[in-house]
């Protein structure tokens, strides 16, 4: 089995781009040509991308003028150089009617996968859209293949999951400070991920800090990220940040999170909406940090996070009970407890030998499976400005590249697009995604 990756090349931090690293290095190991090809434009560039991750050895491919034709085009130049592959795509939303042209003039062999790291309405309407053309789906988790079934149309037998997994050292060591009691120690937390409100709830923080002010919790907060709400959180921390109570750090390379965070901490703070994983959880767990989370959409199905097991819960959204959790980790042995099962987790479902052999077991299945027919379905280029609508998108295509013309993005979002659709109902996704996680929900 030859396997092809497809990837955006813009963002150099993130838990998606971590994965690809591992998931690849560990193929590779096993003695699996693997290829990754990126895009290599003004946004989306290779020679960071390469230079970030050289162990991915990625290759570039290129649209000249920007346009979803473009996009297209370069994809199935793409392909057609590695006509039996199994085509794995990573948020790139072009690679699917790129196949399907392949495939209804019989120039593509080989599978297509669509693997799924988000919770997010637009995904789910390409699956509904593309569901006739992808081989298989594998989804990190087990809530969002309950969502690929019921919402994006994708039959049972073509979804698979696979977690993400993480490395371990060679045996749990308790968090740091490791005293049998904490006296007037400062608790220290950390919260790792990118500042934003929708997924991450940055905002939370101020008042959850606030609410361990008044039960006299004394904390010390490192945050390790960066994002588009950094001068939010900065203004609403700024006088604890100029004490030097909250540490903002910026974001933080992977091989350095372990050594300045993990170890160096004691509880990790997840705030957020909704997960697919998350990584940062089981990176903590697997450095013997206690885990203080929200019961984030994504969080039921999986069930590795168990109240008063495995990590101590709070509501989304609520404050109070998130600092009435933290103040529970006072307690020097609440906190090995939870160090130690978080750790026996990990070791058990999120390791690195586990989940690559999640994904490779997802991989050969769609391998084995019969092949889909040729779709019957040919889906029109959007028009992507007055050229397209006057001649059509593939002669106007014909004539940018002739007279060296092309559109100017200015987000990654726009130049490569991760989806085919514009965001779309995330408030009403969640609401059934959040009652198919609990288990009282149903989708008719």
């Known amino acids: 089995m030859n396997l092809l990756f497809v990837a955006p090349s813009a963002y150099l931090l993130g838990g998606v781009q971590d994965w690809l690293a591992d998931l690849v290095a560990g193929q590779r190991q096993r003695g699996i040509k693997v290829t990754v090809a990126v895009p290599d434009d003004a946004i989306h560039r290779w020679p960071p991308y390469a230079e970030r991750y050289p162990s991915l050895a990625p290759i570039p491919f290129r649209n000249p003028t920007g346009s979803e034709a473009g996009r297209i085009q370069a994809l199935e130049k793409l392909v057609r150089a ?40 637009d995904y789910f309407a390409d699956l509904r859209d593309q569901n006739d053309i992808l081989d298989g789906l594998v989804v990190t988790n087990r809530l969002s293949g309950e969502l690929a079934r019921a919402l994006g149309g994708m039959e049972a037998e073509r979804v698979f999951y696979a977690p993400y997994g993480v490395g371990l050292g060679s045996g749990w060591a308790e968090p740091a400070p490791a005293s049998k009691e904490l006296g007037s120690q400062p608790l220290r937390i950390a919260w790792v991920g990118r500042l934003e409100r929708a997924q991450k709830r940055v905002q939370d923080l101020a008042p959850i800090l606030s609410a361990l002010d008044e039960k006299g919790i004394p904390f010390q ?59 940062v959880a089981w990176e903590a767990m697997a450095a013997g940090m206690a885990v203080v989370s929200s019961r984030y959409v994504g969080s039921g199905l999986e069930g590795a996070l168990v109240q008063g097991s495995t990590a101590l819960l709070f509501p989304v ?8 959790q933290l103040a529970c980790l006072r307690n020097p042995v609440r906190l ?50 007055g050229l397209d609508r006057r001649l059509g998108p593939e002669t106007a295509e014909r004539l940018r590249r002739l007279l060296g013309r092309g ?34 929900g149903s989708h008719g």
């Open 407 to 440: 559109f100017r993005h200015q987000e990654a979002g726009s130049e490569w697009p991760h989806s085919g659709h514009a965001s779309g109902d995330d408030a009403s996704l969640l609401e059934l995604a959040g009652a198919l996680d609990r288990g009282t």
């Open 82 to 121: 590695h006509p039996d592959h199994l085509v794995a795509g990573v948020n790139i939303a072009a690679l699917y009617p790129a196949i399907r042209r392949l495939r209804r003039r019989g120039d593509f062999r080989g599978r297509l996968v669509m693997t799924l790291h988000a919770i997010e309405a």
């Open 221 to 279: 907060l490192t945050i390790a990220g960066d994002g588009p709400e950094r001068p939010l959180v900065e203004a609403s921390l700024a006088g604890r940040i100029a004490a030097g109570q909250v540490i903002l750090a910026g974001a933080i390379p992977r091989s350095e999170l372990a050594e300045r965070v993990y170890c160096t901490h004691q509880v990790l703070l997840i705030t957020s909406e909704w997960e697919t994983g998350p990584i």
């Open 317 to 324: 959204g609520d404050v109070r009970e998130a600092a009435a």
């Open 336 to 385: 090995r407890e939870l160090g130690a099962a978080g750790f026996e987790l990990v070791k058990r479902r999120y390791s690195r030998e586990a989940s690559l052999a999640a994904w490779m077991a997802a991989f050969e299945a769609v391998a084995d499976l019969d092949p889909l027919p040729a779709p019957n379905r040919a889906i029109p280029i959007a028009a992507a400005g």
